[in-house]
């Protein structure tokens, strides 16, 4: 059985945070463009008097030229002109978060004139500053109506509608695509979501480099996400730190229900009286009682009756589904904050995601192995430890520390509905299909098209050659560590969704870590705590997975290990895969292996929007075979010993559908006809409608590999 070291694995978390630290010996061991120190009495941050706000670019939340700003299939291009003297300032106090005044800003082609420019982040920040002497590229916000306000100008400045927008620095991210791929799926899952995008920055046509834009938790996410006037929601939206949403301790001091920032204080002030007012309904019920201190069942309507008085039931059971998938374990229960809380003036709460650079376990547990398989109902780490005697709380000890996850958490209807909206995760990730969340269908390469999209760009902007007092933070190389992280992201988002798939479907089959390297993705680990026992899988960035039985005596001083390669010309059998393509789209894969399952492999390939499997043939030693295709979850399987090559083949025209009724399994569709049948009655967790005919032709991952250990089984009581 894998043995999870707690401390082994924090210590290693540590460490690599530590060596990731260590900078370039660079000359400049200053920040700034100059050697002179500026002071604060130097800075112009007054615009003219005469200013004009310039209606041409002021619009509303839904303004479809804010969306335009933010384009997902290419790099954006924002260039920054600001007054040297001013630049100075913010960047030889960047750890300090001052603002300063800008002459420009366009985004694309659009521009505005005065508007706010400052550092952001906390620990990152720090470590950009105190650790990266020689480098100024921080993260930075742009506040379009910093300087230009409706009292002196006669409207609040904003471009397109958008107020604010960040840029963060990929301190822990090589890949580039962390936050990316995460908020594609949190997008997809039909969260309020600020509008996003990578692009390329410049200040004072100097290059900064490659920067992940995203629109800041302002009320305009909530205006275009609830599809209302601005004036229709007013009330509380902050950003919270450090607290657990404890009742008693926050009548002490409730700084933490805010930012610490004088501007933000001014305008929550006047709603912390309701928000306290919603904490102690929220402490009450997590309580187990009703707002008047009565005990209730916390698996009673009136329970859920009573949260929906005080929060948005279902957007947020859906907010922690997707945050627990993307195992983004550096938030809420870790140093309490990450995330947005919206609270009406009726007191009715909204959470909204925030800051994904740490997710898929990069925060921890760091390796692609256990990430894969995080358990779907351990919402975070901190808390989960007890002590330092080695022992560990259930999770129903810890969540009662928090009550905003514990009210969902303690109610067995709606952790129902926070696993079905895990499953649709995985489809969006990986499996492909229709997203009963939203209704939207997706091919179960969305997330891998997305990137691969991007790459050439991507990889081009990161090898252009930054300004001379820039250089990529946290020791990362560019544009070779963007290269050698990218097929891995993909990896670990596919791994992530078909883990998070055998769990809710009961199996106990493990997804092996080997093949993916987090510390390749950025502030992972290469991998490791590897075992040869039990069912196995190995799965592929274009969701496709092998699956195998391995038992002790079949080690042979390695991990059970797959490994594809793409067949060539000089393959055996070559011409008879050529000759299949003629009749449907073909892939095609060499299959090496360093450990025999004892029962021979099972291959997975979901189906996409196709109403028909594939056909499915293994090759050894140039003799091809068709094997026996069964469809279960709008997921084709096919059983086969150990071949040299395994094809894909999807034929040009559908088969005729069945006209006799066909016997079903309670496990398998076994004909093609039915293989697209939405309505397989087995279908427990929404993998209903896989979409997609590319699917199959996603680029296959070399190097993949079988390994690790069985699922551990959960022995806790969660109530």
Known sequence: MRKLHFLKRVSAVMLAISLATVAPAYAQTTHGTTDEVVTEDQLDNTPPADYVVNTETQGDYDDERGDALFPKDHLQEVRITVDETNLNYLLQNAKDKPSVMTDTVTVGDASVSYAGLKTKGDYTLLHTYDDNPGSDRFSFSINFGKYIKKAEYGAKQNLYGVEKISFNNFFFDKSMLKEYASWLIIEAMGLPTPRFCLTKLYINDEYYGVYFMIENLEMNVLERYLDVDKKEIPGYLSKVELTQFKYEELLEDNSPLYEFDEEVYKEVEPMLPTVMEWVRKLNCLSAGTDFDGNRIDVNSQEYIDLLAQIMDVDEAVKYFAVHSFLVQTDSMFTTQKNFGLYVSEAGRAMLLPWDYDLAFGTYYPTDAESTANYDVDMMYLAGDYNGWNGSFKTSAQVYKDYPLFNVIYQNSTLMDKYHEYMADCSVVAALGGKCNATGEVYDSTYVGNMIDGLYDELYAAAEEELASHVYYVNNIKQPYAFKAGNDHIKLIVAMRAIGVYFQLKGENNFVSGNGCSLDLVGNGQPGGWYETNGIISNVLSNGIYFTGSYRDDSWSGKSPKITVRDVTETTPGYEQIQALKETGEVISYRVYNTVTPKNGYTLNVPLGSKTYAPEIYTMTEGVMNRQEVTVSD??????????????????????????????????????????????????????????????????????????????????????
């Open 634 to 719: 709008n997921i084709a399987r096919a059983t086969f010993d150990v071949p040299e090559i395994v094809i894909i083949c999807y034929s040009f025209t559908a088969p005729e559908p069945e006209t006799t009724e066909t016997a079903q399994s309670d496990e398998a569709v076994t004909t093609q006809a039915d293989a697209g049948n939405s309505e397989t009655k087995e279908n427990t967790t929404n993998w209903a409608l896989i979409g997609g005919a590319a699917a199959l032709i996603a680029v296959l991952v070399g190097g993949l590999a079988i390994g690790n250990s069985k699922k551990k089984k959960k022995s806790e009581e969660d109530n």
